[in-house]
């Protein structure tokens, strides 16, 4: 009789460390609306959203992943030679092939590490935290690196009026390991492909090549064919999420083992800061939780807004290491994700 070997980790797992990375460049709703058909008022009211940070220079999702991850790894203390794995949320790395983690993990000197990408859209930081669990629950590694990274703003369309104000750029990576008590929950996820396209590319990669074939050599001057814009039908969106995400909300506080008066701040993910508020009343959480509105100067980051928002709470005071608090991921899939957590320590280099 073959008996094949298994394992067994440490059940109890925690955040042990964060780090966040933000682009230099700030960009206003009255700068964006040099280019874009809309208003400060408007989008500031829609979305709660007055600035962004895209990328200029020499930064790229490369570069803020890698400068995330340091900075993660220097808050959680863990030797970087323990870590037995790199996880990337992200949906704009440049290329399919090669994926982005082997590469963030070869810059931070772990070649030769487990590595791979998840493409979740929004909720990418919530499936790769989820996976991370498990694997040290499974005994697969003791410590796991989890990267939320986008560069939406390569994808962006700045005269698109549902989607041009609401992407930005940035990283957010956590240390996630094993713990004496446990700090995440377990995950409640799901998709709803039936919905897919309410955020989707405007082309997928074979209709995008077929119509730079078609355009090469015609002297057109089309901008877009240089790009895989994404569009969205953001009311699509919003009525998906007003059904779906209270019910996923109330599923995770109940999977957690902890009463919705346990929580003492909420962390969605930041897509809008209308919709945010709204999830926070009809979760019936006391006045005095605070919700995560690092939309308002950051932007929507895709995968990357959790630990962005995580780490922007933490720096300014506003929630502490050791706190618990509710999050959840959720957009493009459509897809969700969310957790209830305990609040690693507050950066030592923080982003800003
Ligand atoms: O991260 C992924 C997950 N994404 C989301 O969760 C996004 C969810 N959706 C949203 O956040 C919102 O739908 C938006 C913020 C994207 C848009 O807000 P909205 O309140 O749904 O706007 P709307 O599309 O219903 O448009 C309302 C009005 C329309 O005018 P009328 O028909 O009332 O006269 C639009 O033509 O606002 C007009 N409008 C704009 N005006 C100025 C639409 N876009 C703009 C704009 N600037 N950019």
């Excluded at 506080?253 to 962390?267: K, L, N, P, T, Y």
Aim: aromatic share 6%.
């Amino acid at each position: 009789m073959v008996s094949i070997a298994s394992t067994r980790g440490h059940q109890n797992v925690s955040m042990l460390g964060i780090g966040a990375y933000r682009p230099k460049r700030l960009i206003s709703n009255d700068e964006l609306c040099e280019v874009l058909d809309s208003s400060d008022e408007w989008i500031y009211e829609r979305s709660g959203i007055r600035n962004r940070r895209w990328i200029s220079g020499d930064e790229s999702s490369r570069q803020m992943a890698v400068a995330a991850s340091e900075r993660a790894i220097q808050s959680s203390g863990i030797d970087r030679a323990e870590i037995g794995a790199v996880i990337l949320a992200t949906s704009t790395w440049k290329t399919l092939v090669p994926h982005g983690a082997p590469i963030v993990a070869h810059d931070l000197g772990m070649n030769g590490v487990a590595a791979f990408d998840i493409t979740a859209g929004c909720a990418g930081f919530g499936y790769g935290l989820s996976v991370a669990a498990d694997h040290i629950r499974a005994g697969s590694a003791k410590y796991v690196l989890v990267i939320g990274v986008e560069t939406m703003s390569l994808g962006l369309d700045p005269t698109d009026r549902g989607t041009g104000f609401i992407f930005g750029d940035g990283a957010g990576a956590v240390v996630v390991g094993p713990s004496e008590e446990n700090g995440i929950s377990p995950t409640v996820w799901g998709s709803d492909g039936e919905n897919s396209t309410a955020i989707s590319q405007e082309y997928d990669l074979v209709e995008y090549m077929d119509r730079a074939e078609r355009l090469q050599g015609t002297g057109s001057t089309d901008e877009k064919v240089g790009r895989l814009v994404i569009r969205m039908d953001g009311q699509r969106v919003f009525r998906w999420a007003a059904i779906t995400l209270p019910k996923a909300l109330r599923s995770v506080i109940e999977s957690s083992g902890v009463s919705a008066e346990d929580i003492d701040v909420f962390i969605p993910h930041q897509a809008n800061g209308r919709i945010n508020d709204l999830m926070k009343k009809n979760l019936g959480l006391g006045e005095g939780v605070p919700v995560a509105n690092d939309i308002e100067n950051t932007g929507n980051t895709s995968a990357a807004s959790i630990p962005l928002a995580i780490e922007e709470m933490l720096v300014t005071g506003k929630a502490k290491g050791g706190q618990i608090a509710l999050l959840l991921g959720f957009g493009a899939g459509l897809s969700y994700a969310g957790q209830v957590v305990k609040l690693p320590p507050a950066p030592v280099e923080p982003s800003f």
